[in-house]
């Protein structure tokens, strides 16, 4: 079983940036499909982005394509999420994920099937 701890979140001004991490342990971590998804409370959690076992594939949110990047160093067991372009509908927190041995896209797809998350991190966005 994996235990995930998020970080980085803060204030950032329209059009900042900001640099996610999510620290993961007590499981193999190579062996995880990670993802980040974000919610505002009273919605919904919404998908980001996904990342395959060995970071050769990524999937993301149309809502965040070409602003945020994920990556992964599984060396250190730590997965990122890099924020560029930062507006303020991106006020959210945001909740690293887990599951093993699946695909990126389907992290997104059926999200109901990922069995750990992180306590999130805030992400505040001011105009």
């Known amino acids: 079983q994996v235990q995930l701890v998020e970080a980085g979140g803060g204030l950032v001004q329209a059009g900042g940036s900001l640099r996610l991490s999510c620290a993961a342990s007590?499981?193999?971590?190579?062996?995880?499909?990670m993802a980040w998804f974000r919610q505002t409370p009273g919605k919904e959690r919404e998908f980001a982005a996904a990342?395959?076992?060995?970071?050769?594939?990524?999937y993301y949110a149309d809502s965040v394509k070409g602003r945020f990047t994920i990556s992964r160093d599984n060396a250190k067991h730590t997965l990122y999420l890099q924020l560029n372009n930062l507006i303020p509908e991106d006020t959210d927190v945001y909740y690293c994920?887990?599951?093993?041995?699946?695909?990126?896209?389907?992290?997104?797809?059926?999200?109901?099937?990922?069995?750990?998350w992180g306590q999130g991190t805030q992400v505040t966005v001011s105009s």
């Open positions: 994920a887990a599951r093993l041995e699946t695909t990126a896209q389907a992290m997104g797809v059926t999200p109901e099937l990922i069995p750990y």
């Open positions: 007590g499981g193999t971590f190579r062996r995880y499909t």
């Open positions: 990342i395959s076992m060995a970071g050769l594939s990524t």
